[in-house]
């Protein structure tokens, strides 16, 4: 029962089920790093969970991994919190199509929740058709934080022709996704998630070992469901929220005794003395130690992939739980709300599971185990007793801050367009980005810069003059490096304080080009090794060539002369009998590369007798 001791892999949970593959996804996230959802698709489709810096070195990996995935899942998040990368790739280009940024109906509320679903279809035409739902407290970002991860698996029931009551509030929050879109959906991507709604609600998850069953799926801030369902009758209440709203807290913690609250050290010093005094009466208060705020393994691991503006926001605690006690039984409410005001009453979309137990498997002393054990969770809390009045804030910080946030929804609203112009005598291109509105003028305070994620920052322009004039001009740009990414950084500076901002818009392109992922592809595929990589990724032979690529063998995994191609050879003579749609699509690659003038680049002597045998079937010649 969330032992401290077990750290499950955000991308673990993604990985199909023995025997199946990934057919459809669609997620949910407050905010997004661009790089980590690159990594999603490796854990889907490739079925090969490496660590962070193995697969940003492997390109070739990720082109495959987002080929296969292409069309098949989507990710909604809140517009304006996608992360600028702190790597570079063209790959992220890739992911303009998957990327769905959306706003609550409610202006003043934010989406909030952090789900994932997914549909496997077996190998085998007999097997059922599998779903899987993750309710998460993390945002699909490089997050060194204590998080949740409530993973649920069944099988859907064809034969039912009605929804099982249980789960069709998890069905209404997917159905009702598409209408937060700040851009239209295609209506096949409208339709697929309707499906995937419908499908859902007749499908009968297994709750996790030790609970007895799922009580509710709680979605909030959606028709029919505006608002969280208060726990109404229990005798103690342990929540643990990193952000709190006094009122919220109050009333939860009203009805308990003996009630335990672990949140954030600067949340609760933000509580008035008022609040606070009258709370403690019944509730103990505790916030996690210096070392287990901030794991320094985690950071080593994440720092890297993290645009240095943000790392101080993912870290610490950020787990989002409820459990309370009844008699024997417990709840446990996990999910992506805080004790708050606009988690609680329905200003954001929100996502909560309650599962139901016996207390003694599933209960509050459970969950934080014993006290005298060497690692539980109640040894890495520390109570906390101290409070005054809350400190007296930086009001110009503050001032700048909100500044900030003003601008970003200044652009945000200013529905920015991107356009592309081809520049036929040097074969570059010409990127346009516009807004719709009048012209607008930033505050004396702030100043900021604006570029395509896929060019250097060097390269920027005044956000200053977008919304003045109306437009700015990316000049020279190759096919490959075209994107609607575009990131803004601002800043805002008075009396000597300072405050930043930055984030990525995902905008609609008119005119992109049409082969323009292939040029991506071809920027990829430059030489010999890596044009050999990708092909036995594209027959399937992952597992033994991404073992190579870990043992450094070669710059991509595969050591240098002629002893490749009798295992490739192998392969090719494999798919062609039993998967010929894999040989289809190798051939279309080499005229594709023929037709960009790389093939000669990249083919390695010996390798056009062989594919030769191919194109004239005659491979009883070998």
Known sequence: MLDPNTREVYTDQLMPPEGYRLNLAVATTYSLDLM?????????????CRNQRSVMNDPVALVEALH??????????????IYIPSQDTLLYSYLE???????????????????????????????????????????????????????????????????????????????????????????????????????????????PEDFGGIKNFIPVGIPGNRRFSWPKEFKKALIVSPFISPETLKRLTGIGNHNVVISRLDSLESLPLRAYNSIRKNTDFFVLDDAAENPGDLAEETEDFMDSENIEDLSGLHAKLIITENGRRATVFTGSANVTKPAFLGKNVEFMVALS????????????????????????????????EPPVENETQKMLERMLEDTRR???????LAKIEREPEEGTFHLRVSTAVGAVSLPDEVSGNCYPITIAESR???????????????????????????????????SGERAGLSFVMNLPVEGMPDDRDKHILYHIL?????????????????????????????????????GYLLPLFEEMVRAFSREPEKIDRISDIIEDLKKAGNLQKVLPSGFEKIWQAFRDESLGDY
């Not at 409530?150 to 034969?159: A, F, K, P, S």
């Not at 498997?361 to 109570?383: A, Q």
């Not at 322009?461 to 437009?471: A, F, N, S, T």
């Open 36 to 48: 980590s959802l690159l990594m999603a698709p490796i854990s889907m489709t490739l079925q090969d």
């Open 357 to 388: 137990g016996q207390r003694k498997h599933i209960g509050i002393k459970r969950f934080l185990g014993d006290e005298n054990s060497r690692i539980s969770f109640m040894n890495m809390l520390v109570p906390y007793t101290g409070h005054s």
């Open 97 to 207: 199509k998957v990327v769905v940024e959306v706003q609550p109906s409610n202006s003043d509320g934010v989406f909030h929740p952090k789900t994932w679903l997914l549909r496997y279809v077996g190998e085998e035409k007999d097997h059922p058709i599998v779903y899987r739902f993750l309710c998460l407290s993390r945002n699909l970002t490089f997050d060194r934080s204590w998080d949740t991860v409530l993973v649920l698996e069944g099988t859907l029931d064809d034969r039912r022709l009605r929804g099982i009551g249980l789960c069709r509030p998890l069905g209404q929050f997917f159905r009702y996704l598409p209408e937060l879109a700040t851009r239209k959906l295609s209506a096949k991507w409208v339709d697929t998630v309707r499906k995937m709604a419908d499908e859902v609600t007749r499908v009968r998850f297994k709750p």
């Open 68 to 81: 296969r995935s292409a069309n098949r899942f989507l990710v909604f998040c809140q517009r304006g919190r």
């Open 526 to 562: 430059s030489d010999q090794e890596t044009f050999i990589r990708y092909l036995l990724l594209i027959l399937g032979s992952e597992d033994q060539l991404l073992m190579s690529h870990a043992t450094g063998k070669g710059k991509g995994g595969i050591s240098g002369g002629r």
């Open 460 to 494: 920027s322009k005044d956000v200053g003059e977008l919304l003045d004039q109306g437009d700015v001009w990316f000049d020279e740009l190759t096919a490959e490096a075209l994107t609607g990414f575009l990131a803004f950084r601002l800043t805002a500076r008075k």
């Open 410 to 416: 200044t652009l945000l609203d200013a529905r920015i």
